[in-house]
């Protein structure tokens, strides 16, 4: 990928309501997508991936994304959001070509603020 | 399951000073291994992987250098630190070139 885009560096969002982030990336060849979320002064933790089949994936903690090829975006989705889900959320792209697939590109992150 | 991990957790280096930062991995072969720096609002760079022992790919020129003694290990180190070298540094690894797994992190402060 050319690059990975995260829209928003900041979400502030009330407990209860849905919530969107947002990843757009550029590429011209097929790509693997995933989503990780970091706490504070923890590592990344994998949330979810797209590899192939259906274009939407889910995660155990009630999050989903869904992969759209013409629009080149996997956004993340989740219909209530719990104050635990405060957290950094990281897109991050790997490229297949030459039968070879490339090293994760990573967006700059989207700070998810739930408020009670 | 696969473990990994990496000490020490925090640092705090005067400038000038030497760096070894070190990452290893348990349960798994063969995997590959890399470490990435957090500077404040500047998300994840890519610093270095490795394939392998003794294989090492650097994608930013720096003062930071990383080498792989053992399958399992993989070392960050600097000769003379930066103030700029400050962050949180991550350590991953991954089978192929699919999804990383990573460490816990360690913070490090250059004063």
Redesign the interface.
Known sequence: AQSVTQLDSQVPVFEEAPVELRCNYSSSVSV?L?W?VQYP??????LL?YLSGSTLVESINGFEAEFNKSQTSFHLRKPSVHISDTAEY?CAV?EWYGG?????I????TKLSVKP | SQTIH?WPATLVQPVGSPLSLECTVEGTSNPNL?WYRQAAG???Q?LF?SVGIGQISSEVPQNLSASRPQDWQFILSSKKLLLSDSG?Y?C?WSL??????????T?LTVT
């Open positions: 693997y995933f990780y002064n923890q590592g990344l933790q994998l991936k990281f790997s070879s697939q490339g090293n994760l990573f967006g700059k992150g | 990496q890399y500047r998300g994840l890519l992987y949180f991550l991953a192929g070139a699919g999804e990383q797994y990573f460490g816990p992190g913070r």
